[in-house]
């Protein structure tokens, strides 16, 4: 940036080191916050920015920037009104980074919470209040981070991580009851329900016997399937035992009660290979079809492939595929 392009109150920067907000927690010195004007002038620096002003407490109020600026926790500034052309009183920043005030009591509640509040960092009490934050942005805010992360760059207060363990884990069993027949509960379904920002956390709060499978958090080491489906891959596996590469229709599988949720309840759990759609076959016909296919003259074409294994095009093909993507 050329030095002609730098005027009164603009800021240059460390990049990274400093967030911009436009939106801020004050304590006022001064004049009573109930008599401060819904407009005003806030001087920091030699910035001067038109702000709205909304009492909380007695002495704290909430700003709102006409623009935003790189401020931190503890910053000093002025209050002016210019309707009266007065000061109307000093201000110490309490929160650069404050939550949104949608709820009814609110505003009492955050009056209470920034009362304890004396503009000095601290990194303990960021974390409680906020319960979930990213180390880079409290240390954007003027914040040193002296907490370990949860993981990556999270932060996340005990008592607050120790109820988001307790919400999965009914979360989990409540998923259960709703999806009987599937393994268990997407990470990003977990992410949302406990309005986590990032999977990684979801994944971090995991503690056995559950554990992250195939991006579903489990419960236990083995998948067990409902019992309807358990006898209907035992079915299955009678029919497959002579013949195990002729892939039955998808009529005949819904006659034995594996229709599309089932077999894919039954894919997950390990206790059938899906080749494509509904093509299905036992887990050992992989291992099995390549010692068929070992023993004929190389290479073989597809119509030997297919008479060796005893099969149809349907089931051969995609079996072939299979093999080839695994070497």
Known sequence: MVRERVSRGDVLVTPEAFGRTGLVDVR???APVADLPTAGMLHVGS????VRVRPLGPDTARLRLARPLPLLVGDRAVLRDPGRRLVAGGVTLLDVAPPPLARRGAAAAR???LAGLDGRADPVGEV????LVRGSDLARMGVP????PVVGDWLVDDEHWAGLGARLVAEVSRYAVEHPLESGVPVEVLRRRLGLPERSL?????????RVHAGRVVAGSVSVLPEPVARAVDRLGVELRSRPFRAPEADRLVELGLGA????????AGALLRLAGSVVLLPGAVEQAARVLAGLPQPFTLSAARQALDTTRR????LLELLDSRG
């Open 28 to 30: 006022v010195s001064g």
């Open 47 to 50: 910035a001067a920015v038109p």
């Open 111 to 113: 009056a209470g919470v």
């Open 128 to 131: 409680r209040r906020r319960g």
């Open 145 to 148: 981070v002296t907490v370990a």
């Open 202 to 210: 979801v994944e971090a709060l995991v503690r056995a016997p559950l």
């Open 261 to 268: 949720r089932e077999i894919g309840a039954a894919v997950r």
């Open 315 to 318: 089931v051969a093909v995609p």
